[in-house]
């Protein structure tokens, strides 16, 4: 059974930083593809950050430059530090395993985890 187990949210000020982390288990981590999506009240859920297997990243333009996503392979575990936050980073957080593609494109992602809140204030 795979499971998906997300920590590290909470509140904080505008500026400052949190580190979240998704501890997997239940198939074999180093082989698939991780992200880390988000969703603010009203919103749509979007991507913030994926990593693939082979450590290639890629991040959403609202979080370059001050979000950090990383992978170690021998603890199951995806992290995401981020760094300078702003109000409107406001969201649940979500850890996802396993990419997969149609056609050739990335369609979406096979697990997810529950969530965990980030709520930034000024």
């Known amino acids: 059974q795979v499971r998906l187990v997300e920590s590290g949210g909470g509140s904080v000020q505008a500026g400052g930083s949190l580190k979240l982390s998704c501890a997997a288990s239940?198939?074999?981590?180093?082989?698939?593809?991780m992200g880390w999506y988000r969703q603010a009240p009203g919103k749509e859920r979007e991507l913030v950050s994926d990593?693939?297997?082979?450590?290639?990243?890629t991040y959403a333009d609202s979080v370059k430059g001050r979000f950090t996503i990383s992978r170690d392979n021998a603890k199951s575990t995806l992290f995401l530090q981020m760094n300078s936050l702003k109000t409107e980073d406001t969201a649940v957080y979500y850890c996802?395993?396993?990419?997969?593609?149609?056609?050739?494109?990335?369609?979406?992602?096979?697990?997810w985890g529950q969530g965990t809140q980030v709520t930034v204030s000024s």
């Open positions: 990593i693939s297997t082979a450590g290639t990243t």
């Open positions: 239940g198939y074999r981590f180093s082989t698939c593809g």
């Open positions: 996802a395993a396993c990419r997969f593609y149609s056609g050739g494109v990335p369609a979406g992602y096979q697990y």
